[in-house]
C-alpha cells in the first residue's frame, strides 16, 4: 500500500473503531464481578499534550550535487588525489610539474598575483586569513599586503616546498568556499593541467527527498523543517530541511508527463550517524501537528444518535455525558474540545 495514504487511513479507521466501541458500550451490558455487582469503570485523565501525524518517505543519501574543476596553473599534471579523499585548508588539491597547488578557504577566487603594493582587495584579506589559520604567524592586517604578509607568504612556500617568492600568483593555489571531497577524477596524470581535472563534492552527507504534491497526504516542506532519519538496523537521528525547490527548477524528472516533484535536502548535524550509510534511507516527515491540546484515548469517544461524539465523565460515582468535537487522531489518542472540558477530568474509555 502506497504510505502517503496510510496517515488518511489511519485516521479513517480511528474514527470506525471508535464508533463501533461506542456502540458496543451502549449495547453491551457493563460487566460484573464474581459477586455479582457491576464492575468499576476504566478511567483516564484528560491530558494536555502535543499530538503530530508524521509519514516516512525514501530519501538518497549522498554527498549532494558535483562541481567539476578546472585547473588554471600552466604545467603538466604530476598527481591527483584519488576519489573519496577529503581535501582541507592547507593540504595539497593537486600538483603541477611536482610542486603542490594547495587549497585555501574563502569566499573570492584568486584572480592576480598578490604581491606587496598590490590594491588592497577581499583576495588579500582572505589570503591573511589562511595564513594565520595554519600558524604562519603575523600576517598583517585587513586587506592590504603588507611586509608582514610577504614574511608570512615565504615561510607558507617554505612549508609547503614552494619557491619561497613571497608572491602568490593566481594559479599557485586554489580558493574555495570550504573543504571538498574528490567525487571522480576528470584527467589523466601527464596532461595539460590547465583542463577538467576532477568534480568534487561536499565533505558532509545529506539526504535528497523527492515529494509527490499530487499525493493528499504529502507534506508541504520549507526549509528550517525538522525530521527524523530512521537509520538501517532500528536507529535513528534527527535532520533538517535545508533548502526545497519544485523539480522544473532544476529540470530533474522533466519529461515524465506530471506535475512537478518538490525536491528537498535534508543535513545531518551528527555525520557520524550516517557514516556507513550509502543508497536509500527512510525520511519521517511530521505532516499535521497540534500542540498542547486537550486528548484522550481514541476509545473514550462515544457516537452520539444525533451525530457527534462525546465523552462520558466520571465524578466520583457519578457520569454524565459532555459533547465534545474532534481534531486531529495521533498514535491512539485524538485531540478534543468543548465547553466544561478541563484538563484533569476523569472520562471512561472501552474496556
Known amino acids: 500500500m502506497n504510505r502517503w495514504l496510510m496517515p488518511g487511513l ?6 470506525a473503531v471508535a464508533a463501533a466501541i461506542a456502540y458496543s458500550r451502549f449495547t453491551e451490558r457493563p ?23 508524521s509519514v516516512t518517505v525514501p530519501g538518497t543519501v549522498g554527498h549532494g550535487a558535483s562541481t567539476l574543476f578546472t585547473g588554471r596553473k600552466p604545467g603538466t599534471l604530476t598527481w591527483l588525489p584519488k576519489t573519496g579523499t577529503v581535501v582541507r585548508r592547507g593540504q595539497r588539491l593537486y600538483a603541477v610539474n611536482a610542486r603542490p597547488v594547495p587549497l585555501l578557504i574563502g569566499a573570492t ?3 592576480r598575483t598578490m604581491r606587496a603594493g598590490v590594491a588592497p582587495g577581499p583576495d588579500v584579506r582572505e589570503l591573511i586569513e589562511n595564513l594565520r589559520a595554519l600558524g604562519h604567524g603575523d600576517a598583517g592586517t585587513g586587506d592590504r599586503f603588507g611586509p608582514a604578509t610577504k614574511a608570512a607568504v615565504k615561510r607558507w612556500q617554505h612549508a609547503n616546498g614552494l619557491k619561497e617568492t613571497g608572491t602568490v600568483g593566481a594559479g599557485d593555489a586554489v580558493m574555495l568556499p570550504r573543504p571538498v571531497r574528490i567525487d571522480a577524477r576528470k584527467a589523466q596524470l ?10 568534487y563534492t561536499s565533505i558532509h552527507k545529506t539526504i535528497t527527498l523527492q ?3 499530487t499525493q493528499t497526504t504529502a507534506p508541504t516542506l520549507k526549509a528550517g523543517a525538522k525530521v527524523t532519519v530512521l537509520i538501517p538496523g532500528g536507529g535513528r537521528t534527527p535532520g533538517k530541511v ?5 523539480s522544473a ?7 515524465d508527463g506530471g506535475p512537478p516533484k518538490q525536491k528537498a ?6 555525520q557520524s550517524a550516517i557514516a556507513e550509510v550509502n543508497g536509500s534511507v527512510d525520511v519521517k516527515i511530521t505532516a499535521e501537528a497540534r500542540r498542547g491540546v486537550l486528548a484522550v484515548p481514541v476509545t473514550a469517544l462515544l457516537a452520539l444518535a444525533e451525530g457527534g461524539y462525546a465523552l462520558q465523565v466520571a465524578d466520583g460515582t457519578a457520569k454524565r455525558l459532555v459533547g465534545v468535537r474532534t481534531g486531529l487522531f495521533a498514535d491512539g489518542m485524538v485531540e478534543v474540545s468543548g465547553t466544561g472540558l478541563a484538563e484533569g477530568m476523569r472520562v471512561v474509555i472501552a474496556s
Open 10 to 15: 489511519a485516521a479513517g479507521l480511528a474514527v
Open 31 to 53: 460487566p460484573v464481578v464474581a459477586d455479582g455487582t457491576p464492575a468499576a469503570a476504566q478511567t483516564v485523565r484528560i491530558r494536555r499534550m502535543d499530538l503530530n501525524t
Open 109 to 111: 577566487p584568486l584572480y
Open 190 to 199: 601527464g596532461s595539460p593541467a590547465t583542463g577538467e581535472l576532477f568534480a
Open 211 to 213: 515529494l509527490d504534491p
Open 242 to 246: 535545508t533548502r526545497v525547490t519544485d
Open 249 to 255: 527548477a532544476d529540470d530533474s524528472g522533466a519529461g
Open 265 to 270: 535536502t535534508v543535513t545531518v548535524p551528527d
